[in-house]
């Protein structure tokens, strides 16, 4: 999908707006999640002008066509066309909040220009189906889903710290250890103040779902009944392993630029 984008001046894609900062006196720098190549950092010109022929299809969470030109440094937007502004999401406070929350994700958890079909996919569904769905279990789902495509996914079969196959029982969850933590280890992590405190209390039930997240659409997804305290254990888990994994993943990312650059002066 990058030989359209080497060979010509000018290319084409659809993509998502996950971010937007204002540079110079109208133009804005942007990060879009495209179809086919992934996240890319893309400016506009002119965008914050009132007469701006573009600017209005290039807010936050727009899906658009775009056609851009190829820079020396950065491309550049020049035209764009709304193909969904989630005009819906937008009017409610709770449902634009959690698609910010889902952009945030793919924001943290991608890398630039590498091609993420199925994220794109996952996102664009997730989208839609807030318009018309309240379920929380939709952004819980969606970030199950961008934690197993991106490699980060919360062991949920074996123990994180002694990697015996998890039984029925008073588990433990811990994003520093990579997912649950059996009893035993449990018990004998509470020495290890550090860890334990990132600790939390993980139900056979929560467990349970989760497993079910790996393996099931959405839509089977929003046909489970879940009580309340599984809800909340499935927040507070997923919350806390996406921490420990951007983290990982904004670490990685500087460790890389770091090994790079050591790599570009030693030449
Ligand atoms: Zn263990």
């Not at 996950?18 to 999640?33: A, C, M, N, Q, Y």
């Not at 002694?162 to 649950?180: D, E, M, R, T, V």
């Not at 334990?196 to 779902?209: A, F, M, Q, R, W």
């Not at 599984?230 to 806390?240: A, C, G, P, Y």
Request: charged share 20%.
């Amino acid at each position: 999908m990058l030989n359209h984008k080497s060979n010509n001046r000018f290319y084409k894609t659809t993509g998502i707006i996950l971010k937007h900062s204002p540079i110079g006196e109208s133009d804005r720098l942007l990060t879009v999640f495209t179809s086919d190549m992934g996240k890319l950092k893309l400016v506009a010109r002119g965008v914050r002008k009132t007469n701006s022929k573009i600017g209005g299809h290039l807010d936050l969470l727009s899906h658009c066509h775009l056609e851009i030109s190829r820079g020396r440094n950065i491309d550049v937007i020049t035209s764009a066309s709304n193909i969904n502004s989630f005009k819906t999401l937008r009017e409610n406070l709770i449902k634009i909040g959690n698609a910010f929350f889902c952009l945030e994700l793919v924001d943290s958890l991608t890398p630039d220009n590498e091609p993420e079909n199925k994220i794109f996919l996952s996102l664009i569904e997730t989208l839609k189906k807030m318009i018309t769905n309240e379920n929380p279990l939709i952004i819980w789902y969606f970030s199950f889903k961008l934690l197993h495509l991106t490699g980060y996914l919360p062991e949920l079969y074996n123990c994180g710290n002694c990697q015996i196959k998890i039984q029925p029982n008073q588990h433990s969850f811990n994003a520093i250890l990579g997912g649950i933590v059996c009893k035993d280890c449990s018990i004998r992590l509470k020495n290890n103040l550090p860890i334990h405190k990132d600790s939390l209390p993980i139900s056979i039930n929560t467990i349970k779902v989760l497993r079910y997240f790996r393996n099931q659409t959405l839509e089977k997804i929003l046909n489970l009944k879940i009580e309340h305290s599984v809800m909340i254990e499935i927040q507070k888990t997923l919350l806390s392993h996406l921490s420990i994994s951007i983290e990982k993943n904004l670490k990685s990312t500087l460790f890389l630029n770091h090994i790079s650059h050591l790599i570009t002066n030693n030449k």
